[in-house]
């Protein structure tokens, strides 16, 4: 594998912060612990047939609830910056609302207090889409009004806590996933009756209100650390220089990015195609609500791992007004637009049922991207990359027999990806920190434990954790381009 070239134009600059993620549910495991009480993934996979490949659930995972103390040390001694995770809200709340279980705030305390210890400043993402059961079983969840109350109430609890602690605040991660790409089975849990195409719009509507209500809580709590919120997507790349392939771009970044983007970052409001092409059932803000959304986001956080190839549909764009035939986007987005990732000579990600190969190294795009993002939304307080990734493809790890420590078409990936953030950051893009998905091997949600996203293996026997060759890819870009040090810590116990 190529080492990474040194280009004296290169540089990440002071107070760079740069680290890598995870989140409750795909980690931690003991889901019976504590007090915790079940969220709807934990339902998920008990309850329905093949939700993941191997009908593998969430109960032990990578056991880092006990283990989080060695993970925090490895990383730390690799000379990490930040460790990224997240709360899971039915620890908190074992009902989602009500009474606060004071063994999971302890918990978070020494998570919080390992990370400090360690010299590794912790990010925390407060919903990374872990939903307490009783709230869906009782309201719908994201679908009810009712959870932008409950959500502040959470966010009250976990600032008062650990506010002084804290690097870095996401509200909400990936509201597109959990809103649009993985809607909940069909009369699986009840107590909604928004028609299906209609509730990607109801559940986008809700958090975007639980989130700015959310940062400006903070604020007026004076706690410490930014406050954003988690965005996805990848680069969207015209097919052919058409003009119907310039709109349909144009329409994939208004449903995506820009369905929460533009509210937050730039006018308080949805984009004005999505107004016109949902319409009667776009939820509407009012001017106070729209006064609260703007501006509520101190960071652009986006995670980006891939990029696909937008086109207009064969059959012209449709009338958003009932079912889509996809049952995985039941929003109107697929009426819109259509896309490929079959032209860019990527490599490409394990394919597992039943995901598609989303995931491409498609990381020439990145440079544009970054602009994209910055020239559009126009972020006073610079973006992040909050989440990149790939997983090493299944033919790869046989042909070499090793699962595990060595992942080369990964390592480029990694290496790649942060060439071209230094091509942004020298063209002056102001990017502030990465977090690279993610700690260790985990739970992948529908693809189980098959798709492999660690910096780090961990055999599921025996919860060893070991790290791979594109873990050090990653470190060695801080350490040719870094303005701040790269300085491991070590604790002794
Ligand atoms: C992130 O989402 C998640 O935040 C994280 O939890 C996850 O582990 C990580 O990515 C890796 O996947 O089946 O073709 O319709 C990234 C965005 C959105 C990518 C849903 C996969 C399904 C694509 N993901 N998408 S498809």
């Given at each position: 594998?190529?080492?990474?070239?040194?280009?004296?134009?290169?540089?990440?600059?002071?107070g760079f912060w740069w680290g890598v993620a995870s989140a409750a549910f795909q980690v931690e495991g003991a889901v019976k612990?504590?007090?915790?009480?079940?969220?709807?993934?934990?339902?998920?996979?008990?309850?329905?047939?093949?939700?993941?490949?191997?009908?593998?659930?969430?109960?032990?995972?990578?056991?880092?609830?006990?283990?989080?103390?060695?993970?925090?040390?490895?990383?730390?001694?690799?000379?990490?910056?930040?460790?990224?995770?997240?709360?899971?809200?039915?620890?908190?709340?074992?009902?989602?609302?009500?009474?606060?279980?004071?063994?999971?705030?302890?918990?978070?305390?020494?998570?919080?207090?390992?990370?400090?210890?360690?010299?590794?400043?912790?990010?925390?993402?407060?919903?990374?889409?872990?939903?307490?059961?009783?709230?869906?079983?009782?309201?719908?969840?994201?679908?009810?009004?009712?959870?932008?109350?409950?959500?502040?109430?959470?966010?009250?609890?976990?600032?008062?806590?650990?506010?002084?602690?804290?690097?870095?605040?996401?509200?909400?991660?990936?509201?597109?996933?959990?809103?649009?790409?993985?809607?909940?089975?069909?009369?699986?849990?009840?107590?909604?009756?928004?028609?299906?195409?209609?509730?990607?719009?109801?559940?986008?509507?809700?958090?975007?209100?639980?989130?700015?209500?959310?940062?400006?809580?903070?604020?007026?709590?004076?706690?410490?650390?930014?406050?954003?919120?988690?965005?996805?997507?990848?680069?969207?790349?015209?097919?052919?220089?058409?003009?119907?392939?310039?709109?349909?771009?144009?329409?994939?970044?208004?449903?995506?990015?820009?369905?929460?983007?533009n509210p937050i970052f730039l006018t308080g409001d949805y984009p004005q195609y999505l107004k016109e092409f949902v319409s009667?059932?776009?939820?509407?803000?009012?001017?106070?609500?729209?006064?609260?959304?703007?501006?509520?986001?101190?960071?652009?956080?986006?995670?980006?791992?891939?990029?696909?190839?937008?086109?207009?549909?064969?059959?012209?764009?449709?009338?958003?007004?009932?079912?889509?035939?996809?049952?995985?986007?039941?929003?109107?987005?697929?009426?819109?637009?259509?896309?490929?990732?079959?032209?860019?000579?990527?490599?490409?990600?394990?394919?597992?049922?039943?995901?598609?190969?989303?995931?491409?190294?498609?990381?020439?795009?990145?440079?544009?991207?970054?602009?994209?993002?910055?020239?559009?939304?126009?972020?006073?307080?610079?973006?992040?990359?909050?989440?990149?990734?790939?997983?090493?493809?299944?033919?790869?790890?046989?042909?070499?027999?090793?699962?595990?420590?060595?992942?080369?078409?990964?390592?480029?990936?990694?290496?790649?990806?942060?060439?071209?953030?230094?091509?942004?950051?020298?063209?002056?893009?102001?990017?502030?920190?990465?977090?690279?998905?993610?700690?260790?091997?985990?739970?992948?949600?529908?693809?189980?434990?098959?798709?492999?996203?660690?910096?780090?293996?961990?055999?599921?026997?025996?919860?060893?954790?070991a790290y791979k060759a594109s873990f050090f890819e990653y470190v060695n870009a801080f350490k040719l381009y870094g303005t701040?040090?790269?300085?491991?810590?070590?604790?002794?116990?």
């Amino acid at each position: 594998i190529p080492l990474m070239s040194k280009n004296e134009s290169w540089k990440f600059p002071a107070g760079f912060w740069w680290g890598v993620a995870s989140a409750a549910f795909q980690v931690e495991g003991a889901v019976k612990a504590e007090g915790r009480g079940p969220s709807i993934w934990d339902a998920l996979l008990h309850r329905v047939e093949g939700y993941t490949v191997a009908n593998q659930t969430g109960d032990i995972t990578d056991n880092q609830y006990y283990l989080y103390k060695q993970d925090i040390a490895r990383i730390a001694a690799l000379g990490v910056k930040t460790y990224s995770f997240s709360i899971s809200w039915s620890r908190v709340f074992p009902f989602g609302n009500g009474p606060v279980n004071e063994l999971a705030l302890a918990h978070y305390d020494d998570v919080i207090n390992t990370c400090i210890e360690y010299g590794v400043e912790p990010s925390v993402t407060l919903y990374h889409w872990d939903l307490p059961l009783n709230l869906q079983n009782t309201y719908g969840g994201w679908l009810g009004p009712q959870i932008v109350d409950d959500f502040v109430a959470y966010a009250k609890v976990v600032f008062g806590r650990y506010g002084n602690r804290v690097a870095r605040w996401f509200t909400v991660n990936e509201p597109i996933v959990f809103c649009d790409n993985y809607p909940l089975p069909d009369n699986y849990f009840t107590n909604t009756s928004i028609p299906k195409v209609q509730q990607p719009y109801w559940c986008g509507h809700h958090v975007i209100l639980a989130h700015a209500n959310a940062y400006h809580l903070a604020k007026s709590m004076g706690i410490n650390g930014t406050v954003s919120f988690k965005t996805n997507g990848g680069y969207k790349i015209p097919l052919t220089n058409s003009s119907e392939d310039a709109i349909a771009v144009q329409r994939a970044w208004d449903f995506n990015e820009g369905w929460f983007a533009n509210p937050i970052f730039l006018t308080g409001d949805y984009p004005q195609y999505l107004k016109e092409f949902v319409s009667g059932f776009l939820p509407e803000f009012t001017d106070a609500e729209k006064s609260l959304i703007n501006g509520s986001a101190d960071i652009f956080a986006h995670d980006a791992y891939t990029s696909q190839f937008y086109m207009a549909p064969d059959s012209g764009i449709a009338a958003c007004t009932s079912n889509t035939s996809n049952p995985l986007y039941p929003s109107c987005a697929n009426t819109t637009y259509t896309y490929t990732t079959a032209d860019g000579g990527w490599n490409v990600g394990p394919a597992a049922d039943p995901l598609s190969p989303w995931l491409h190294k498609a990381t020439d795009w990145v440079p544009l991207f970054l602009h994209y993002i910055q020239d559009t939304w126009k972020p006073t307080g610079g973006i992040a990359v909050t989440e990149f990734g790939f997983a090493e493809p299944f033919e790869v790890l046989k042909t070499i027999k090793a699962d595990i420590l060595f992942d080369p078409i990964r390592s480029s990936y990694y290496r790649e990806y942060m060439e071209a953030i230094l091509i942004a950051i020298s063209e002056g893009v102001d990017v502030k920190g990465t977090l690279a998905w993610s700690i260790v091997d985990n739970l992948e949600w529908n693809s189980g434990f098959q798709v492999k996203f660690g910096m780090q293996y961990v055999n599921l026997t025996t919860q060893e954790r070991a790290y791979k060759a594109s873990f050090f890819e990653y470190v060695n870009a801080f350490k040719l381009y870094g303005t701040d040090p790269v300085t491991p810590h070590f604790v002794s116990s």
